[in-house]
């Protein structure tokens, strides 16, 4: 039973353009809300992390935007670059289950020059 | 600051064989924690060690086991290999709830 729905398994971009990646989550006690950026062979890497306390959180080119009532988060790359042609998780955790990741499926981005 | 470091990076085994992991954990990280990702899927949660005990277990069989070092180091073991083990296994540290992951160890079985 996967805990988070991750969507759309993949997506291509434009340079300059903006991803948007959505995920959902149906565990109220989740409290933690990490993405994570994968290259192929390598490990993930944490990029951006969010509190259900907060709606948004920006980091550079990267957003979050969290829903508490929709039980919903995504993503949003923006000025897309080659560069970030990647796939990116999304993952939730709890410390009442000692921040043990779900994660989401996976969405390849595809950054076209 | 040298960040997860995994051994080895790819090993090939043979079904029915044993292989050990493992994994040092970033500076200042006392959790260690081990994925499980197959090819095009997310990383699954296959257990956890804190204070060299086993904390937390995801579904995954007995045949998977583990161990923490007092360094905070730690190990994962898997027994009577099967084809469906063929995975990226992933080793990720933590002190409260950042986690940090390694590179990964390849490992295939045939």
């Known amino acids: 039973q996967q805990q988070v729905k991750q969507s759309p398994q993949s997506l291509i971009v434009q340079k300059g353009g903006i991803s948007i990646i959505n995920c959902a989550y149906e565990n109220t006690a989740f409290d933690y809300f990490p993405w994570y950026q994968q290259f192929p062979g390598k490990g993930p890497a944490l990029l951006i992390a969010i509190r259900p306390d907060v709606s948004e959180k920006k980091e550079g080119r990267f957003t979050i935007s969290f829903n508490k009532s929709a039980k919903q988060f995504s993503l949003h790359i923006m000025d897309s670059q080659p560069g970030d042609s990647a796939t990116y998780f999304c993952?939730?955790?709890?410390?009442?289950?000692?921040?043990?990741?779900?994660f989401g499926a996976g969405t390849t981005v595809t950054v076209r020059a | 600051d040298a960040g997860v470091t995994q051994s080895p990076t790819h090993l090939i085994k043979t079904r029915g064989q044993q292989v050990t992991l493992r994994c040092s954990p970033k500076?200042?990280?006392?959790?260690v924690s081990w994925y499980q990702q197959a090819l095009g899927q997310g990383p699954q949660f296959i257990f956890q060690y804190y204070e060299e005990e086993e904390r937390q277990r995801g579904n995954f069989p007995d045949r998977f086991s583990g161990h923490q070092f007092p360094n905070y180091s730690s190990e994962l073991n898997v027994n009577a290999l099967l084809l469906g083990d063929s995975a990226l296994y992933l080793c990720?540290?933590?002190?409260?709830?950042?986690?940090?992951f390694g590179q990964g160890t390849r490992l295939t079985v045939v």
């Open positions: 500076s200042g990280h006392d959790t």
């Open positions: 990720a540290s933590s002190f409260g709830f950042q986690a940090f």
């Open positions: 993952a939730a955790s709890t410390d009442s289950n000692d921040y043990k990741l779900s």
